[in-house]
């Protein structure tokens, strides 16, 4: 099942017939400090992860195609609580607060800590997790740890380097496989290099996140 999941998931858009999934719509739907209180609707979903500041919210509102649909600033640690968006009514996107942000006092670190490890080991309708990481700098020990972790759960990911627009097209390529080695990612699972900014990779980000959730390149329904 996981290898098979893996298989399909990240590396991005290789079965796809061309078309990647249409975002018809896109809502916030609330901000949870508590898993008794999530979503109880099963909807699929996929949770971003990444270190304070890497570009979560700013994918979540270029995937959405709204400025500020998710709080995003260059004050790292904006994000402090499990955070839902649905798109096109049949997924949900989930915002975690960001790990190695130093001025986040050590308690409150070790109750986000304990959030997103409960969040993401008990959360059944949890079909994947992004791993972001920022395409220019090598990935941190946290990243690497996350990484680790999420296999050891035998968690689906897949590794997203963020803010490719800051980069030459050859120090991308560049990047992009120093990251899957400092990662020990297999040759065959380089990861994806994204811009919000620019939109690069979200095409194809797309298409995996179609593969992911089981959902349909144009909902019927929002068509
Ligand atoms: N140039 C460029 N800047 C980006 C990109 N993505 C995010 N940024 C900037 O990076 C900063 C942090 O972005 P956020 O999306 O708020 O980061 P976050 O991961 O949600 O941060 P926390 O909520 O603190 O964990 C902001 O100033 C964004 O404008 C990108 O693709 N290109
Ligand atoms: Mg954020």
């Known amino acids: 099942m996981e290898a098979e999941f893996r298989a399909v998931r990240f590396a991005p858009g290789e079965d796809s017939l061309g078309v990647s999934m249409k975002i018809k719509q896109a809502e916030f739907v609330g901000v949870f400090v508590d898993m008794d209180q999530l979503p109880a609707d ?39 609580t499990i ?4 798109f096109n009514q ?24 304990k959030m997103i490890e409960k969040y993401l080991t008990s959360r059944s309708s949890l079909r994947g997790v992004i791993l972001l990481v920022d395409i220019r700098h090598s990935p941190s020990k946290e990243d690497r740890l996350m990484k680790d972790w999420l296999e050891h759960h035998q968690i689906p990911y897949m590794v997203v380097a963020t803010k490719s627009d800051k980069l030459s097209r050859s ?48 909902p019927p329904e929002l068509s």
């Open 171 to 218: 120090a991308r390529l560049k990047n992009l496989a120093m990251i899957r080695k400092e990662l020990q990612l297999p040759i065959e699972q380089q990861p994806l290099g994204i811009s919000s900014a620019s939109g690069e990779g979200m095409e194809e980000l797309l298409q995996s996140l179609e593969e992911i959730t089981d959902s349909l390149p144009i």
């Open 42 to 80: 099963q909807l699929p979903e996929v949770a971003i992860v990444g270190r304070s500041n890497v570009g979560k919210s700013s994918l979540i509102n270029r995937l959405a195609n709204r400025k500020n649909l998710a709080k995003s600033s260059s004050t790292p640690g904006k994000t402090r």
């Open 83 to 86: 955070n839902y968006y649905r």
């Open 90 to 113: 049949s997924w949900y996107l989930v915002d975690l607060p960001g790990y190695g942000f130093a001025k986040v006092s050590q308690s409150e670190r070790a109750r986000w800590g």
